[in-house]
């Protein structure tokens, strides 16, 4: 079998059924532990096992098929009245759904000795259980010969009569996992006859009528697009980078469809000029109606008003069409868009799935009776932020069961049930994703926690006493602060509130810690609905517009210069009762200046605590939803950049890392280097700015280098090929050049080579930019005449700058003569 191409992917599918199945029996044991009698929870679990058992037969894993029939026996018993799934039962069963979870390869030695324990464990308590004269297995394991008849229930397993309602269940199981089989039957009739000389004969032959037609449902012999159409809630699995480039793409559509409105207004211009044109040829008319003009004059002026009168009803018409085109477009890319937006957001009760089984295990190794409960598991949440939470959600609960919920024996001391209730609670509201985990428990002990604090020599003895119950409560999100002294399994090591604030400071969301003494601790966490649209602040800095994550900006205002204070060579402004730094965002991204200063400024403030700042920016642009677009990652990383996104008339805009703006303020204040906002230009007349031709066929790198050139003061000129850019060095006068080198009609080092070859242009600096980073590639590009390459897989901002810098200077030199 293993020589066979088909058999990996066939295992993979069956390890992904398992996985499955894996969800639905602890789903369902979890329910169970609640109530064991649940017919509903116990259906569902003999159904996964008996449909595991299936696969694992189809593939071969004949541990699988052995531990998924031992469990499904459990359950029949169960159903049957023969058996009471308690806690004990419940364990056991549980670390079968763990090995099912796992299990992939009939080979491995580890597998079938955890299957063989848990196997034996499950027939010792069916057999402590099972009352004498009962009936007790319905059938063996049995010859690889019938494995896949016995799948779609042939005469072959009779089971009792008392079980026929379990049986007539499992056949809906059995359908829907033959939907799996059936398209699997032509992959798998090779791998399995294969299994063993001995069956090969048997099994093909029980495979031969089972591919008939008549077993699969019609849905699926249409092909995939109609069985998909008939199943509604269908889950497809798909690559997150295709994702992210449909969203993407539709993002550009829904930009394109814009276009459509101005280009009408545009032809409504033209048809108010035809008007016009056709009362002027009327009034022409009229003039020469009295004088006798030559028939031949006569018939072409006619002729002239019958074309006019029949192109502005030519043109009516197709304005009507263009403008219902228009609409229906942008109808659907709206459409387009939000159905794109909406495939990255998965229900948040995908990431919770194996919370209730870990609340369970914690609460019982820690002795303790809790009812688990979990609201809002159809709310859609962002993927992105769905992956981010899973572990910080754990810390929550494990700290909720560890310092939160008390023992049985100390609630019931305190007049409350003895058993704990854990609530994980997910909704929007505001526009914000909200996540709160509750319990009702002890509460947080603040005189505890005051000592915790002074023993640490986080705070003096006084200091501590001053500190309100908020400001004691942000010590629990501190790296390292436990209340336990002792580090145990489940705490004790200080990580889990703090890995909490980590996580939703990455997010740009918020953490907050709220409790009653005596009646329990509340955790809330506020973070985005997703990290795919962005609401966010344009600014415009030296020409160019910027947005700023509106979730890192505190406040906006214009202020006044003389309200800005000059503070041991550091400039201030009074806000909120205490003084805050001010710097230009000209310094922060290292552009040229603005020449023109006004009496006031446009500031945003960013940062928190001590790091609050006051950004000068040139002016403020309004409020965007932008479509988050990552750069390419060749580029690596882009410092005060962390994305792009397209405005709504189709420029692009750079996304600030407000994170990064923080540390480049940082620097320049460690540095010294910080410059006052009245430092102007006064010598700006007399410097002349270096021209930079970027000549690249892929807009995005195209527009990466024109606002990294553009905003540290050159003159940027584009070229989308090497012919368009062959003609622009010859039509005006640059300063560099910086060429792509596979490019359509013209490549780049057909352009150094003309360039380098004409007299006129021979001084003029090239610099080969480039993803070819071959040994024989960088030479060709030399011999050709370039001065400098670049390879941009190790490309970043600063190369970029240095390398022109070295080829031409600053961007602004001084005049000549």
């Given at each position: 079998m293993t020589d066979d191409?088909?058999?990996?992917?066939?295992?993979?599918?069956?390890?992904?059924?398992?996985?499955?199945?894996?969800?639905?029996?602890?789903?369902?044991?979890?329910?169970?532990?609640?109530?064991?009698?649940?017919?509903?929870?116990?259906?569902?679990?003999?159904?996964?096992?008996?449909?595991?058992?299936?696969?694992?037969?189809?593939?071969?894993?004949?541990?699988?098929v052995e531990l998924a029939h031992e469990m499904e026996e459990c359950f029949v018993a169960a159903q049957e009245g023969r058996v009471l799934l308690d806690a004990g039962w419940i364990d056991a069963l549980l670390r079968g759904v763990d090995i099912v979870a796992r299990i992939g390869n009939d080979d491995d030695e580890s597998a079938r000795e955890a299957v063989g324990a848990c196997v034996a464990s499950l027939q010792a308590l069916m057999a402590?259980?099972?009352p004498h004269g009962a009936a007790t297995r319905r059938d063996v394991t049995p010859p690889a010969g019938a494995a896949l008849t016995a799948n779609t229930h042939s005469a072959a397993v009779e089971p009792p009569a008392s079980a026929s309602a379990g049986a007539d269940a499992s056949a809906d199981a059995d359908a829907e996992f033959n939907l799996l089989a059936a398209a699997l039957r032509a992959e798998a009739a090779p791998a399995i006859a294969a299994t063993a000389t001995t069956t090969a004969d048997v099994t093909s032959r029980t495979i031969a009528p089972a591919a008939t037609p008549a077993t699969v449902p019609a849905s699926t012999t249409s092909g995939n697009t109609s069985g998909a159409a008939t199943e509604p809630g269908r889950m497809l699995r798909v690559r997150a980078d295709n994702l992210d480039r449909l969203l993407s793409l539709s993002g550009e559509s829904l930009v394109e469809s814009r276009w459509l409105k101005p280009f009408a207004q545009s032809m409504l211009r033209v048809k108010r000029v035809q008007r016009d044109s056709a009362r002027a040829l009327d009034k022409l008319h009229e003039t020469l109606a009295d004088l006798k003009?030559?028939?031949?004059?006569?018939?072409?002026?006619?002729?002239?008003?019958?074309?006019?009168?029949?192109?502005?009803?030519?043109?009516?018409?197709?304005?009507?069409d263009l403008e219902?085109?228009?609409?229906?477009?942008?109808?659907?890319?709206?459409?387009?868009?939000?159905?794109?937006?909406?495939?990255?957001?998965?229900?948040?009760?995908?990431?919770?799935?194996?919370?209730?089984?870990?609340?369970?295990?914690?609460?019982?190794?820690?002795?303790k009776k809790v009812r688990w409960q979990l609201?809002?598991?159809?709310?859609?949440?962002?993927?992105?932020?769905?992956?981010?939470?899973?572990a910080p959600l754990g810390h929550m609960l494990r700290?909720?069961?560890?310092?939160?919920?008390e023992t049985p024996a100390v609630r019931l001391a305190r007049g409350k049930p003895e058993e704990g209730t854990l609530t994980l609670d997910a909704r929007h509201t505001a526009g914000a994703l909200l996540i709160t985990v509750s319990d009702d428990g002890a509460g947080i002990d603040l005189d505890a926690l005051r000592a915790s604090i002074i023993r640490k020599n986080l705070a003096s003895e006084e200091t501590a006493a001053r500190l309100s119950e908020a400001e004691l409560l942000e010590f629990l999100l501190l790296p390292g602060f436990s209340l336990r002294d002792q580090v145990t399994d489940v705490?004790?090591?200080?990580?889990?509130?703090?890995?909490?604030?980590?996580?939703?400071?990455?997010?740009?969301?918020?953490?907050?810690?709220?409790?009653?003494?005596?009646?329990?601790?509340?955790?809330?966490?506020?973070?985005?609905?997703?990290?795919?649209?962005?609401?966010?602040?344009?600014?415009?800095?030296?020409?160019?517009?910027?947005?700023?994550?509106?979730?890192?900006v505190n406040r906006t205002l214009h202020v006044s210069r003389a309200e800005i204070e000059l503070l041991e060579g550091h400039q201030h402004i009074a806000l909120a009762g205490r003084r805050v730094g001010v710097v230009t965002a000209h310094q922060i991204l290292d552009t040229a200046p603005p020449a023109d200063e006004g009496d006031t400024v446009s500031v945003i403030v960013i940062g928190d605590g001590p790091q609050t700042y006051g950004v000068v920016v040139d002016r403020f642009l309004g409020e965007r939803m932008l479509v988050v677009q990552p750069l390419d990652p060749r580029l690596g990383k882009i410092r005060n950049i962390t994305a792009g996104a397209l405005m709504e008339n189709g420029d692009p805009v750079l996304i600030a890392d407000v994170d990064d703006w923080l540390r480049s303020v940082e620097r320049l204040v460690a540095g010294g280097n910080?410059?006052?906002?009245?430092?102007?230009?006064?010598?700006?007349?007399?410097?002349?700015?270096?021209?930079?031709?970027?000549?690249?066929?892929?807009?995005?790198?195209?527009?990466?280098?024109?606002?990294?050139?553009?905003?540290?003061?050159?003159?940027?000129?584009?070229?989308?090929?090497?012919?368009?850019?062959?003609?622009?060095?010859?039509?005006?006068?640059?300063?560099?050049?910086?060429?792509?080198?596979?490019?359509?009609?013209?490549?780049?080092?057909?352009?150094?080579?003309?360039?380098?070859?004409?007299?006129?242009?021979?001084?003029?600096?090239?610099?080969?930019?480039?993803?070819?980073?071959?040994?024989?590639?960088?030479r060709a590009g030399l011999d050709a005449g370039a001065d400098y390459y670049l390879a941009k897989g190790s490309f970043h901002d600063e190369a970029l700058l240095d390398a022109v810098r070295d080829l031409i200077g600053e961007a602004h030199g001084q005049t000549h003569g």
């Open positions: 191409p088909r058999r990996p992917s066939l295992i993979d599918l069956f390890r992904e059924e398992a996985r499955t199945q894996a969800r639905v029996l602890n789903d369902g044991l979890l329910a169970l532990d609640r109530a064991p009698r649940d017919a509903a929870a116990l259906e569902a679990c003999m159904r996964a096992a008996h449909s595991l058992k299936g696969a694992a037969r189809i593939v071969g894993v004949q541990v699988g402590g259980r099972v003009l030559d028939p031949r004059a006569q018939t072409a002026l006619e002729e002239v008003r019958r074309l006019t009168a029949e192109s502005q009803h030519l043109l009516a018409e197709r304005l009507a219902s085109f228009d609409r229906r477009s942008t109808h659907l890319s709206q459409q387009l868009y939000d159905a794109a937006l909406q495939c990255r957001m998965r229900p948040f009760g995908d990431s919770a799935g194996g919370l209730a089984r870990m609340v369970r295990d914690v609460a019982r190794s820690l002795g609201v809002g598991e159809s709310t859609q949440v962002d993927r992105d932020i769905l992956d981010l939470l899973e700290n909720a069961l560890d310092h939160g919920i705490s004790g090591r200080g990580v889990g509130l703090d890995a909490v604030h980590d996580v939703v400071k990455r997010v740009r969301g918020t953490v907050r810690i709220t409790h009653e003494p005596g009646l329990g601790t509340r955790v809330q966490l506020q973070l985005p609905l997703t990290l795919s649209v962005i609401r966010s602040l344009l600014i415009e800095v030296a020409g160019e517009p910027y947005a700023v994550p509106l979730a890192h910080l410059q006052h906002t009245q430092h102007g230009v006064a010598h700006a007349a007399q410097r002349t700015t270096r021209r930079v031709l970027v000549v690249d066929d892929s807009l995005t790198v195209r527009e990466l280098e024109r606002k990294l050139l553009a905003t540290r003061g050159y003159d940027v000129t584009i070229a989308v090929d090497g012919m368009d850019g062959w003609n622009a060095v010859r039509g005006e006068r640059f300063d560099l050049v910086i060429t792509d080198i596979d490019m359509p009609r013209m490549d780049g080092i057909e352009l150094v080579t003309l360039i380098k070859r004409d007299p006129q242009l021979q001084w003029l600096p090239v610099m080969i930019v480039s993803y070819k980073d071959r040994e024989e590639d960088r």
